[in-house]
């Protein structure tokens, strides 16, 4: 009866002021009496408070089921520094161009378990060399175009808001990381070089087949050569992960991490650096579970920068962080 009276008034009524009419009426909600009205705006009230409290509480805090996100930089060049006791450590050094978050990423599986990811982009490029899917992708996002695009699966409470500028300072000096990067292409090389095979004999009885990887395959049976025999083929230019790299050194005024030893790849490529999950992510959870509190996270390193280590963080923090040494001094002499 009610849309039937509507339809019976609206009949002359412009189209526009009729729309207007019909959907304040259909959701306008009943007045309340006086005495209701005070119990309700209490009610506000009391929920009001109760959520303010809630939002005012401390930041999220890392733990040892979290997985954060990793970063994008740039491999510079091989370098070689001096701890405090006087040693020497050959260092890799990855600068961080302008990281930023582009997009969380939240998808549902089939057998209904949520994937959660945070999607990088790193290194400023023209908009002219940029194509107009990405543009839009960016302008959303409100960052500068970028030369690459990556995500780093996370868990739910490590997401990051979009337009975050990540900083060096998201790793703590101390921790250790893994770095995916694409090694070296070395063109085609034989099965010496590839596969560290001993070849024939250098001296007597061979002829022209020093370098020779000798026979590939059997006889009759099986008649053919199996898969993933080492051959002779093209070697290099793959990607390669690095595992369980220590951080030396954080210098936040520049973005630039150092980590311990040598990583894959050309000067000035594009590497991938996050938590080492072997021995930070795995070895986190493992001994939070047997309660070993005191080894959740590496010696010498109290918390990490959760959700990630921003560039706002870095500003209140020494632009330049090194990890103390805690063995021994190869220099103090034995008793």
């Given at each position: 009866m009610l849309h039937l009276r509507l339809r019976a008034l609206q009949r002359g009524v412009p189209s526009h002021i009729r729309h207007l009419h019909t959907t304040g009426i259909v959701k306008a909600t009943p007045v309340a009496s006086s005495s209701t009205a005070a119990v309700q705006s209490n009610n506000n009230t009391k929920k009001k408070s109760s959520s303010s409290?809630?939002?005012?509480?401390?930041?999220?805090?890392?733990?040892?089921?979290?997985?954060r996100t990793g970063v994008i930089a740039r491999?510079?060049?091989?370098?070689?520094?001096?701890?405090?006791?006087?040693?020497?450590?050959?260092?890799t050094v990855l600068q961080l161009e302008n990281c930023q978050v582009t997009a969380n990423i939240r998808t549902v599986r089939r057998d209904h378990s949520?994937?959660?990811?945070?999607?990088?982009?790193?290194?400023?490029?023209?908009?002219?060399?940029?194509?107009?899917?990405?543009?839009?992708?960016?302008?959303?996002?409100?960052?500068?175009?970028?030369?690459?695009?990556?995500?780093?699966?996370?868990?739910?409470?490590?997401?990051?808001?979009?337009?975050?500028?990540?900083?060096?300072?998201h790793f703590v000096p101390g921790q250790y990381v893994d770095v995916v990067a694409n090694s070296i292409g070395k063109g085609f090389q034989g099965g010496m070089k590839r596969w560290g095979f001993?070849?024939?004999?250098?001296?007597?009885?061979?002829?022209?087949?020093?370098?020779?990887?000798?026979?590939?395959?059997n006889c009759q049976d099986p008649g053919r050569i199996w898969p993933g025999k080492k051959m002779a083929g093209r070697m290099g230019n793959k990607r390669v992960t690095v595992q369980n790299l220590s951080v030396v050194r954080v210098d936040s005024a520049l973005d630039l991490v150092?980590?311990?030893g040598n990583i894959p790849g050309i000067d000035d490529a594009h590497v991938l650096i996050r938590d080492a999950k072997k021995k930070m992510n795995a070895l986190s959870a493992h001994n939070q579970a047997k309660g070993l509190f005191e080894k959740v996270l590496?010696?010498?390193?109290?918390?990490?920068?959760?959700?990630?280590?921003?560039?706002?963080?870095?500003?209140?923090?020494?632009?330049?962080?090194?990890?103390?040494?805690?063995?021994?001094?190869?220099?103090?002499?034995l008793e």
């Amino acid at each position: 009866m009610l849309h039937l009276r509507l339809r019976a008034l609206q009949r002359g009524v412009p189209s526009h002021i009729r729309h207007l009419h019909t959907t304040g009426i259909v959701k306008a909600t009943p007045v309340a009496s006086s005495s209701t009205a005070a119990v309700q705006s209490n009610n506000n009230t009391k929920k009001k408070s109760s959520s303010s409290s809630t939002t005012s509480t401390e930041p999220a805090k890392w733990t040892a089921t979290s997985i954060r996100t990793g970063v994008i930089a740039r491999k510079r060049g091989m370098a070689a520094i001096w701890n405090d006791q006087g040693v020497r450590i050959p260092v890799t050094v990855l600068q961080l161009e302008n990281c930023q978050v582009t997009a969380n990423i939240r998808t549902v599986r089939r057998d209904h378990s949520v994937y959660h990811a945070v999607q990088v982009a790193a290194s400023d490029r023209p908009a002219k060399t940029t194509t107009v899917q990405m543009l839009g992708h960016f302008r959303k996002a409100k960052v500068p175009p970028k030369r690459i695009v990556k995500e780093f699966p996370v868990t739910p409470d490590a997401l990051v808001p979009v337009g975050t500028t990540l900083s060096a300072i998201h790793f703590v000096p101390g921790q250790y990381v893994d770095v995916v990067a694409n090694s070296i292409g070395k063109g085609f090389q034989g099965g010496m070089k590839r596969w560290g095979f001993h070849g024939l004999a250098a001296s007597h009885g061979v002829s022209v087949s020093h370098r020779s990887s000798g026979s590939a395959g059997n006889c009759q049976d099986p008649g053919r050569i199996w898969p993933g025999k080492k051959m002779a083929g093209r070697m290099g230019n793959k990607r390669v992960t690095v595992q369980n790299l220590s951080v030396v050194r954080v210098d936040s005024a520049l973005d630039l991490v150092f980590v311990q030893g040598n990583i894959p790849g050309i000067d000035d490529a594009h590497v991938l650096i996050r938590d080492a999950k072997k021995k930070m992510n795995a070895l986190s959870a493992h001994n939070q579970a047997k309660g070993l509190f005191e080894k959740v996270l590496p010696k010498g390193v109290d918390d990490l920068p959760f959700p990630a280590g921003t560039a706002e963080l870095a500003k209140s923090l020494p632009p330049v962080i090194e990890a103390p040494a805690y063995r021994r001094s190869p220099f103090t002499p034995l008793e």
